[in-house]
T-cell receptor, first 115, second 109 residues
Framework: GAVVSQHPSWVICKSGTSVKIECRSL??????MFWYRQFPKQSLMLMAT?????????EQGVEKDKFLINHASLTLSTLTVTSAHPEDSSFYIC???????????FGDGTRLSIL | AQSVTQLDSQVPVFEEAPVELRCNYS??????LFWYVQYPNQGLQLLLK??????LVESINGFEAEFNKSQTSFHLRKPSVHISDTAEYFC???????FGQGTILTVHP
C-alpha cells in the first residue's frame, strides 16, 4: 500500500513554457503533500508543503508565484512551474502522507529540462 | 534548526563486503529517523525507519540501522552487499523531513 504516482516522469520544453507536474496518491488519502527539488549530486530540498483545501506553505527562498501548487483533493496535488527557464531544470519529487505525523511516501520524480 | 549530516559522499565497496553508511542528526528532542534509497532517475524508497522502541531496526533486504542517542547517530549497515545495492542513500530526520546530503554506494564485482 501507500503508492504515490508522479506524472510526467520526464519533460523537455522550451524556455518560457509553463509545465504542470501531477502527484497522486493511488491507494490512500493524502492530507499533506510535499514538493521537493533535487539538483544533480545534491540532496532533496523541500520547496513547499500543501494541505488539501488550503494554500501551500513555501520554504524560504522559493517563489510562490513561480511554483504554483494546488492540492484540490485528498489524492491529487499539482506543481506548475510558470514561465520556466533553464535554471529551473531539475528533478522534482513529490511525497504524500496520510497525516502530519505519518511517514511520507515518495513519487518517482519528474525530470524537467528547459531548453 | 534540524540538520542531518552524512559523513561520506561516496562509498565504493566490493561485492559481498560489509558496508556502513554514516549519519548524524542534530535534534535534541524526540526524533524519527529514516533511511531512503534512490536508484538512478527514480524517487525515494523508504528503506527503514526508527520511530521508537528497539534501537536496532532492520529492512527486508538485509540492511539495518542503529539509533544511538548518545552519539546522535543512525548509521546504516549491511554485512554483505550485492551489486543491486548500488544506489544513493539518504538519511532523514522527521519533524519537517530534513535530508542528509546523500551517500552514493557503488558495489563493484
Amino acid at each position: 500500500g501507500a503508492v504515490v504516482s508522479q506524472h510526467p516522469s520526464w519533460v523537455i520544453c522550451k524556455s518560457g513554457t509553463s509545465v504542470k507536474i501531477e502527484c497522486r496518491s493511488l491507494d490512500f488519502q493524502a492530507t499533506t503533500m510535499f514538493w521537493y527539488r533535487q539538483f544533480p549530486k545534491q540532496s532533496l530540498m523541500l520547496m513547499a508543503t500543501s494541505n488539501e483545501g488550503s494554500k501551500a506553505t513555501y520554504e524560504q527562498g522559493v517563489e510562490k508565484d513561480k511554483f504554483l501548487i494546488n492540492h484540490a483533493s485528498l489524492t491529487l496535488s499539482t506543481l506548475t512551474v510558470t514561465s520556466a527557464h533553464p535554471e529551473d531544470s531539475s528533478f522534482y519529487i513529490c511525497s504524500a502522507s496520510r497525516d502530519d505525523d505519518q511517514p511520507q511516501h515518495f513519487g518517482d520524480g519528474t525530470r524537467l529540462s528547459i531548453l | 534548526a534540524q540538520s542531518v549530516t552524512q559523513l561520506d559522499s561516496q562509498v565504493p565497496v566490493f561485492e559481498e563486503a560489509p558496508v556502513e553508511l554514516r549519519c548524524n542528526y542534530s535534534s535534541s528532542v524526540s526524533v524519527y529517523l529514516f533511511w531512503y534509497v534512490q536508484y538512478p532517475n527514480q524517487g525515494l524508497q523508504l528503506l527503514l525507519k526508527y520511530l521508537s522502541g528497539s534501537t536496532l531496526v532492520e529492512s527486508i533486504n538485509g540492511f539495518e540501522a542503529e539509533f544511538n542517542k548518545s552519539q546522535t547517530s543512525f548509521h546504516l549497515r549491511k554485512p554483505s552487499v550485492h551489486i543491486s545495492d548500488t544506489a544513493e542513500y539518504f538519511c532523514a530526520e522527521e519533524g519537517k523531513l530534513t535530508f542528509g546530503q546523500g551517500t552514493i554506494l557503488t558495489v563493484h564485482p
